[in-house]
């Protein structure tokens, strides 16, 4: 499994296309799938972007949770889906196309930040994701908090 690490900026071309980091593939190491899913994250205002075999191993975690015969658990699984997004970076210079709503879901026009997250990569708008920088005391209260 890949572990994703270090932030990238790249900008939206013309076309909508955006240059996958090669640190990121290098990290995938060599020959491995270079297909990913990617989807809106629940929390945050930014794509979530997997591996496949990260991505079938962590919605077959969240499916196995769910209740098909309950409709509100076949409603979640519907919106979890919904908006979802098979990609692959083209293997000669990298680029990737993004479906076009998805980045205006969550407002990225020209500049991007790739943010390792260890299993998966979030893509950001560049100023939402600077905006959401913590100060180092809230980053520390918070882990005072989360980890005693």
């Known amino acids: ?51 496949y075999d990260e991505w079938e191993k962590d919605s077959e975690a969240v499916r196995s949770r769910l209740n098909f015969f309950n409709p509100e658990h076949a409603a979640f699984w519907r919106e979890y889906m919904r908006g979802t997004a098979d ?12 479906p076009k709503e998805m980045l205006d879901r969550v407002g990225i026009t020209k500049e991007v930040v790739f943010a390792g997250n260890n299993h998966l990569i979030e893509i950001w708008d560049k100023e ?11 980053f520390v209260a918070l882990a005072e908090k989360i980890l005693g």
């Open 87 to 98: 990609v692959e970076p083209d293997s000669k210079l990298g680029r990737m196309m993004i």
């Open 1 to 51: 499994m890949a572990k994703f690490i270090g932030c990238y900026k790249a900008k939206v071309d013309d076309k909508g296309r955006l240059i996958f980091p090669a640190a990121f593939k290098s990290s995938m190491g060599e020959g491995a799938s270079l297909r990913f899913v990617v989807k809106k994250s629940l929390f945050a205002e930014c794509l979530e972007m997997y591996a």
């Open 128 to 138: 939402k994701y600077e905006a959401k920088a913590m100060k180092s005391e809230d």
